[in-house]
């Protein structure tokens, strides 16, 4: 049976869509240069270290592995000033809470990635990127 | 229609097209309803604002397009210098910022960070809190300093143009032009120490400014050209205002080398 073309259509626009949805918004070189955005990583775990410096902050999670093991992982996100003016401050990244974490795996094959985007427990999430970084598509609405 | 009507129509319909060529020539526009003034009259500057973009719309703090945009570039100059520098995978070389080393004007001032401006009768003073830059720039007619050594941020001066204020810019080292956005793996834009900005700055509405950069390169390009942006306005930043910006707090690339830890 022939698709119709309307059917045809809608599937070449449907992937268009997520193509563009796959897009970066806008990397700078030093993402390029230290995270693989082929490798998108999707983490949970409990919040042990939180570096809240320039020119990123960085945040560390206890992650648990398939073995009953536990790996940190560190995860990169925008510059201090650009995540305030935002509402989102340190004191909201608290050791010991339990987040989960979407970015881009480091290229150099360490347990560290990029911070894109934070989940906390209660569902809600903020964008930990800086202006010019990769953020994994997300599926559902974020609130700030 | 004749056809020396048809081919003037021709010409003047192409010549509006090209980017800046109308701002370059026409009168200074009229000033935007509700600008605000310092005492002396002249259009007030202070504020604190958003990073320059030329495309609408703001995500959740990310920025729209702030880089250049290829369409809007002048020819290369034959047998000029190099535009495009090949990356070699070294980022003492590739990324200088990624050890800390200063992003230079313009690429500083399109960095997706908070700028605050404040205006004296002779001074405009632009902050950007990436890499803490900040530009002083003399509005009271005097000429660019003399014998001064190429910097990264250039040597500016500013006068009035009706409710403009143009801003040239000169005396650049050899540095990246935009590459923080440029994320061409192969290549990065550079611009020669002949580089030259000219700024226009205006109020275009109550919340945003109109920033017109026109790159003027001898070296690289055979004429000048110009990318409009537009600034807005936050004054909703004002709270938190610009955080220090201590590169080296945190930098994971010490001499070149980066290392996530």
């Not at chain 1, 570096?51 to 992982?73: C, M, R």
């Not at chain 2, 935007?32 to 609408?56: H, N």
């Not at chain 2, 550079?190 to 070296?219: C, G, N, Q």
Request: with cysteine; proline share 9%.
């Amino acid at each position: 049976m022939k698709t119709p073309s309307w059917l045809r259509l809608s599937f070449a626009f449907l992937a268009l869509l997520a193509i563009a949805a796959s897009l970066p918004l806008f990397a700078h070189h030093s993402f390029a240069a230290e995270f693989d955005d082929k490798k998108p990583v999707k983490m949970t775990g409990n919040i042990v270290k939180v570096e809240w410096q320039n020119p990123h902050i960085w945040f560390y999670l206890a992650v648990k592995n398939a073995d009953g093991s536990t790996t940190t992982w560190g995860f990169a996100g925008g510059a201090p000033g650009q995540l305030m003016r935002r509402g989102i401050t340190k004191d909201q990244l608290k050791i010991g809470e339990t987040i989960m974490v979407e970015g881009f795996r480091a290229k150099d094959g360490s347990n560290n990635a990029s911070g894109g985007r934070v989940t906390f427990p209660d569902g809600r999430n903020v964008l930990t990127a800086g202006p010019q970084d990769r953020v994994p598509p997300q599926s559902t609405t974020s609130k700030q | 229609m004749n056809h020396m009507r048809r081919v003037t129509i021709l010409f003047a319909v192409a010549f509006a097209c090209i980017p800046g060529a109308h701002t370059q020539t026409a009168a200074p526009p009229s000033p935007a309803p509700g600008t605000p003034r310092t005492a002396d009259g002249k259009p007030d500057f202070s504020g604190i604002y958003q990073w320059p973009t030329y495309l609408p719309g703001e995500e959740r703090g990310h920025s729209a397009a702030t880089t250049f945009d290829r369409k809007n570039f002048a020819p290369l100059k034959p047998r000029g210098e190099p535009f495009l520098e090949p990356r070699t995978g070294d980022p003492r070389h590739d990324e200088p910022r990624d050890f800390c080393m200063p992003a230079g004007f313009p690429g500083g001032i399109l960095s997706g960070n908070a700028m605050q401006f404040f205006q004296t009768k002779n001074y405009l003073v632009m902050v950007h809190e990436f890499q803490r830059m900040t530009r002083i720039i003399p509005l009271d007619g005097r000429p660019h300093r003399q014998g001064l050594e190429p910097m990264y941020y250039g040597d500016p001066v500013g006068h009035w143009d009706g409710d403009t204020l143009v801003v040239e810019t000169t005396n650049f080292k050899r540095w990246a032009l935009d590459d923080y956005y440029y994320t061409n793996p192969k290549e990065f834009r550079m611009h020669s120490d002949a580089f030259r900005t000219i700024e226009k700055i205006r109020w275009k509405s109550k919340d945003a400014l109109f920033y017109e950069l026109t790159v003027d390169d001898p070296k690289i390009f055979a004429k000048a050209w110009s990318q409009e942006f537009e600034i807005k306005a936050k004054p909703e930043w004002e709270p938190v205002g610009l955080y220090e910006y201590v590169c080296e707090e945190n930098n994971r690339c010490p001499g070149g080398k980066c290392e996530a830890k």
